[in-house]
């Protein structure tokens, strides 16, 4: 899987669209190095990836499914019990982020990018 993920194809989201924007598709190289380490990540997004550019269709899927698979295991993922008065920082350029339904509490979210 890892030499097939070397050679970069491209990932096209629909996300634009299914904001009701009418823009031309997003593509985004499926690895991309962080601009201050140079480390290598994956683009993944789950819900708005809709093809790899340069594989058949089959292969495409199944690379996705194997992808997203193999990074959204429990091992990798990080899930907080909050609290009042919780902060939490992450570097938005290499880290998939999912949030999930807060139940019946009631603590008032702020986001900030910085």
């Given at each position: 899987?890892?030499?097939i ?24 190289p499926?690895?991309q ?7 290598a ?17 089959g ?20 899930r ?17 982020q ?17």
């Amino acid at each position: 899987m890892r030499r097939i993920v070397r050679r970069p194809p491209l990932s096209e989201s629909s996300f634009i669209q299914e904001a009701g924007n009418q823009g031309p598709p997003v593509k985004h190289p499926l690895v991309q190095r962080h601009p201050v380490t140079g480390r290598a990540s994956l683009f993944l997004s789950p819900h708005t990836m809709v093809r790899l550019d340069g594989l058949a269709a089959g292969d495409r899927r199944r690379l996705l499914d194997d992808l997203i698979s193999h990074s959204t295991q429990a091992k990798y993922v990080y899930r907080h019990i909050w609290l009042d008065h919780d902060v939490i920082m992450w570097n938005n350029r290499c880290t998939m982020q999912a949030d999930e339904p807060f139940g019946n509490i009631t603590i008032k979210r702020v986001l900030h990018r910085v």
